[in-house]
């Protein structure tokens, strides 16, 4: 059976950390399908197609990751494009607490197991709530943004 994983987030913006997440999880699915949710109720810094576009910038040379949209849940999304993981990050215990009641949810309801990769150790200050609001100062934050790898 194909392991196919969604990485679901609103990603506004995709940080240096997400980024750590997918590539240290690739070794372990077949496809991931990066999953940007968007909800009409919140208001992004960044439209979906260029998030797209930024995301899809970074993974050009990796045919197992793919971008999409989606306005569902992320467990119907999930279903929808056959994944039968869900791949999450862990910046703190607030986190895992969170997590775990979802995964748990999802996992009675739909099967779809959850795994979750601790961030790596430098990248745990970095949200991108916390990106955006350095952005609506001006600030720069290109050193919290990733780059588009060369082969």
Same mark, same amino acid.
């Given at each position: 059976?194909?392991?196919?994983?969604?990485?679901?987030?609103?990603?506004?913006?995709?940080?240096?950390?997400?980024?750590?997440?997918?590539?240290?999880?690739?070794?372990?699915?077949?496809?991931?399908?990066?999953?940007?949710?968007?909800?009409?109720?919140? !208001?992004?810094?960044?439209?979906?197609?260029?998030?797209?576009?930024?995301?899809?910038?970074?993974?050009?040379?990796?045919?197992?990751?793919?971008?999409?949209?989606?306005?569902?849940?992320?467990?119907?999304?999930?279903?929808?494009?056959?994944?039968?993981?869900?791949? !999450?990050?862990?910046?703190?215990?607030?986190?895992?607490?969170?997590?775990?009641?979802?995964?748990?949810?999802?996992?009675?309801?739909?099967?779809?197991?959850?795994?979750?990769?601790?961030?790596?150790?430098?990248?745990?200050?970095?949200?991108?709530?916390?990106? !955006?609001?350095?952005?609506?100062?001006?600030?720069?934050?290109?050193?919290?943004?990733?780059?588009?790898?060369?082969?």
């Amino acid at each position: 059976m194909e392991r196919i994983a969604i990485f679901p987030g609103s990603f506004d913006p995709f940080t240096i950390g997400h980024d750590s997440v997918v590539r240290r999880a690739l070794p372990l699915f077949d496809k991931i399908i990066i999953g940007i949710g968007v909800n009409a109720e919140k !208001r992004p810094l960044f439209p979906v197609e260029k998030r797209i576009e930024f995301i899809h910038s970074l993974y050009k040379d990796e045919p197992r990751i793919q971008v999409l949209s989606y306005d569902t849940l992320t467990i119907a999304f999930a279903k929808k494009v056959k994944a039968n993981f869900i791949l !999450r990050g862990l910046r703190s215990v607030r986190d895992f607490e969170y997590e775990r009641d979802i995964a748990d949810l999802n996992k009675q309801s739909t099967g779809i197991e959850t795994i979750l990769l601790f961030t790596e150790h430098q990248y745990g200050c970095i949200s991108s709530s916390a990106i !955006r609001e350095l952005i609506s100062y001006g600030e720069d934050v290109t050193q919290y943004l990733p780059k588009p790898q060369t082969k």
